[in-house]
């Protein structure tokens, strides 16, 4: 890794380097761009979770909630608190951001993308016991241990291989 005379690094190589690798006082723009950007990331997904969250807290006050079984009413918990958790998780970037200090601006981004991932971790277990528990409902236990597993694996391709993989392979323009 090069620096020029000032220490900086170009901005061809602060995109390849990962949060704690960037320097609080060189790499302050890289830093903060990021950092915004996660934010703008956030702005997005934090209201579809506090949909879900708000539906999920509504359920029970249905007049049907009643003929929900044991087990369901387990699913139910599991979603409810998986998704609540989804919302703090989101929310602690922001958190990091107003009230963490200035001067760690790496370890805040860092923070704040490991908690996204366990925002997203917690919003797919949310979403996925949501369907379980109402297509076990509707329909019966095979039927949805079926949907549950493929939107599981739809969640795995989309919010880990693909972007695993992504910019590995050069591109054949």
Same mark, same amino acid.
């Given at each position: 890794m090069t620096t020029g005379e000032t220490?900086?690094?170009?901005?061809?190589?602060?995109?390849?380097?990962?949060?704690?690798? &960037?320097?609080?006082?060189?790499?302050?723009?890289?830093?903060? @761009?990021? !950092? !915004?950007?996660?934010?703008?990331? &956030?702005?997005?997904?934090?209201?579809?979770?506090?949909?879900?969250?708000? +539906?999920? &807290?509504?359920?029970?006050?249905?007049?049907?909630?009643?003929?929900?079984?044991q087990t369901g009413r387990g699913v139910y918990g599991v979603s409810l608190m998986s998704g609540m958790l989804a919302i703090i998780a989101y929310v602690s970037p922001i958190a990091l951001h107003r009230v963490g200090s200035r001067t760690a601006r790496a370890e805040r981004l860092q923070w704040s993308i490991r908690m996204m991932r366990v925002g997203l971790f917690c919003?797919?277990?949310?979403?996925?016991? @949501?369907? +379980?528990?109402?297509?076990? +409902?509707? !329909?019966?236990?095979?039927?949805a241990v079926i949907l549950a597993s493929v939107l599981t694996a739809s969640m795995v391709l989309a919010w880990v291989a693909l972007p695993s993989s992504a910019g590995r392979h050069p591109s054949s323009k």
């Open positions: 220490g900086h690094h170009n901005n061809r190589e602060t995109a390849d380097l990962g949060a704690l690798e &960037l320097d609080d006082d060189a790499d302050r723009d890289e830093l903060r @761009s990021r !950092y !915004y950007g996660l934010l703008q990331e &956030l702005r997005v997904l934090l209201p579809g979770a506090q949909v879900l969250v708000a +539906f999920l &807290l509504t359920a029970p006050f249905a007049n049907r909630f009643k003929e929900v079984d919003l797919s277990l949310s979403l996925i016991s @949501s369907l +379980f528990l109402i297509a076990r +409902f509707i !329909y019966d236990e095979g039927t």
